[in-house]
């Protein structure tokens, strides 16, 4: 059975009505990414950030998956299916997908400021201050800020490495680290990268310039057609 990588960007989840802090009608618009995404935002105003994050949250809570998610779902009965995503939200594990890494971290999950091992699901969507893990410290959001560094990467790259078919979809390949993932795609894999406005992409990548909704779909059922055994 081929081994399917897909490495997903916030334009999978924006069908399902999430935006991102480059959308200029997003969330992020009120809010300065030092101040709620970042290690020194936390130190200086840890309610802030909380509060930002109960408010994404319950963007997400409300977000049902999209056919993006849906045809990758679908993906895993034909493939030996592996997504790695940059994004916070869980609609992939939702439309279910079963093997999800979260380069980023995860929305709906709080982590000790005192071992960041003790992770725990949030019910609801609500973080607050004076929530606190079972050694007594404050939780956070389990979210990678801009200026930590990205655990997942690692065993990412192991996976990227693997793969007979690679897939990006919906991301720009611009933030670091998690864009030179495609450095280390085997060369004689098949590459597709999904965006409607796909630029800067490696020339040995099939493009679909379409929105994931409908070009994941497409794609899917190609790659069932002709490469499922």
């Known amino acids: 059975m081929k081994k399917v990588v ?12 999430l935006k991102t802090f480059r959308d200029s009608d997003g969330l ?21 950030v909380l509060e930002f994050y109960n408010q994404r949250r319950k963007q997400v809570l409300n ?30 594990e939702r439309a279910g997908s079963k093997h999800v890494i979260h380069l980023h971290g995860e929305i709906r999950k709080a ?14 969507w609500e973080l607050n201050t004076g929530d606190i893990c079972k050694k007594g ?19 990412s790259i192991q996976v990227v490495n693997t ?16 864009a030179s993932l495609v450095n280390y795609v085997p060369y004689d894999s098949l590459k597709y990268f999904i965006d409607p ?16 909704g409908s070009g994941t779909p497409f794609l899917v059922n190609e790659l069932i057609r002709n490469y499922s055994s």
């Open 137 to 155: 410290s404050q939780l956070r959001p389990h979210i990678v800020w801009f200026g930590e560094m990205v655990p997942e990467l690692d065993r």
């Open 6 to 17: 897909v490495f997903t960007g916030s334009g999978v989840s924006a069908e399902s009505g």
């Open 111 to 124: 982590r000790s400021t005192a071992d960041p091992n003790l992770i725990s699901e949030i019910e609801g």
């Open 28 to 48: 992020w618009e009120s809010y300065r990414i030092e101040d709620v995404a970042t290690p020194q935002a936390w130190l200086r105003d840890a309610s802030m």
């Open 63 to 92: 977000a049902k998956p999209n056919a993006a998610h849906e045809a990758l779902a679908e993906l895993e009965n034909h493939f030996n299916v592996q997504i790695i995503t940059q994004n916070i939200d869980d609609l992939h």
């Open 163 to 178: 793969a007979d078919i690679f897939i990006v979809i919906g991301t720009s390949l611009s933030v670091y680290p998690a």
């Open 197 to 212: 406005k796909a630029s800067g992409y490696p020339s040995d990548f099939t493009v679909i310039k379409q929105n994931a």
